[in-house]
C-alpha cells in the first residue's frame, strides 16, 4: 500500500517506496524532489526562502541553502547513494505583479537560483524543472519512480 | 515576540472594530445583511498555515492590500470562487456568469471590493489606535489559496518563525462567504499594542 504523505510549508519528509510525497499550493515557494531510483527513496523539501543568512532560527527547512542539506542526509540514512541521487524541482511563480516593481527582487526566481546552485554544491543533478509563471502547483512525488506529477488550476496537468 | 493574554485581547478588540467596519463597508455597498465572527488572534507556525486559511491548492480570490503609514502590515482577503462570483453579480447587477481569471472587468471591481473594506478596517483602527494608516493599490490573484498567501508573506524577503494573524471569517446573505486577515509586522504590532497601552 502506498501513503501520500503530505509537506507542509517549511518543511521535509523522506520515504521509501511505494508511497507519494505531496506538498500543496507552492506560489513562490519550491518543492525540491530527491530520489534514488535504485533503491527507490527519496524525499521532498518545501522552501520558502533562499538564504537563511547565517541565522536559520528554529526551522531549518525554510532556507535553500539549509533544507536541501537536511534533506540529503536524511534520505542517505535510508540507505541511498549519494553519487545515485538526482533531483526535480517545482514552484517558484510570481503570483502578484505589483506596477513600478523591478524583476531583480522577483522572491520565486531567486528561490530556484538558490536551490540550483545548492543541488550543484552537493554534485546532485538537476533533471527537469517546473519553475516560473504566475500560477500556483500543488506537486505529487513518487519517490520510487522518481515521477513528479505538477497539478495547476488553470494551466493544466503534467508528469515531468 | 511573545504575546500575552491581555495583548491577545487587544488584538482580538482591533479585529472586532476593524473587521466590523469592513463588514459594514461591503454591507453598504451590496445592500446585503453580512454577518461576521468573533476574530480569531493566531500566531501560527508555517507548517500549520492550512489550520488558518483551509486546504492550500482550494482556488480563490485573493485582494491583498498592503498597509502603510506609521505602522505596516498586510490585508487580506481570501473568497472562494462561487462568493466572488455572486459579489461581483451583486455589484453589477446581473445573473451573467463571470470569468473571474481573465476578465479585467471583474478582477478591478474584486479589487474596489477589497479597497473600501481595507480602508474601513484602517480608518476604524486609525481612529481607535491614534496612527495613520493607509492602503497601497490592491493586488488581486485567482489561483491556489496556499500559493497566494505563501507570495504575501514572502514579498519581503525574510521571515519569522511564525505569522500573526488575525482572522475574521464573513458570510453574508445569500450565499457569500469570505476571509479577512490582517498580517501586522513585528514592529507595527508592538506600536499598534503600545498605542492601545498594553
Partial sequence: ?160 | MEISQIQLDALREIGNIGSGHAATALSALLQRRIDMSVPEVWAVPFENVESVIGQLDTPQAVVYVKVEGDAHGKAVFFFPLESAEILVQALFGTDQQMDLFADEMVQSALKEVGNIMVSSFLMALTSFSGIPLQPSVPALAVDMAGAILDAILLEDGSLDDSVLFIDTQLSGIPQIEGQFIFLPNEGSLKKLLGALGV
Avoid: W
Fill in chain 1, 1 to 160: 500500500m502506498s501513503n501520500v504523505i503530505t509537506v507542509g510549508m517549511a518543511d521535509y519528509k523522506t520515504s521509501k517506496t511505494p508511497d507519494i510525497l505531496m506538498t500543496a499550493g507552492l506560489g513562490s515557494c519550491i518543492g525540491i524532489c530527491i530520489h534514488d531510483p535504485v533503491e527507490k527513496v527519496g524525499g521532498m523539501a518545501h522552501i520558502m526562502l533562499p538564504s537563511s543568512n547565517g541565522n536559520p532560527g528554529a526551522n531549518q527547512a525554510k532556507y535553500a541553502d539549509t533544507a536541501i542539506e537536511l534533506l540529503i542526509q536524511d534520505i542517505l540514512r535510508l540507505g541511498a547513494h549519494k553519487i545515485r541521487l538526482r533531483a526535480k524541482i517545482a514552484g517558484g511563480a510570481q503570483m502578484f505583479s505589483f506596477p513600478g516593481k523591478t524583476n531583480v527582487l522577483k522572491i520565486g526566481d531567486r528561490n530556484a537560483e538558490a536551490v540550483e546552485a545548492e543541488l550543484k554544491r552537493f554534485g546532485i543533478p538537476l533533471l527537469v524543472t517546473d519553475v516560473g509563471g504566475s500560477f500556483g502547483r500543488t506537486i505529487h512525488f513518487d519517490v520510487g519512480t522518481g515521477d513528479l506529477k505538477v497539478r495547476t488550476i488553470n494551466h493544466g496537468e503534467k508528469v515531468i
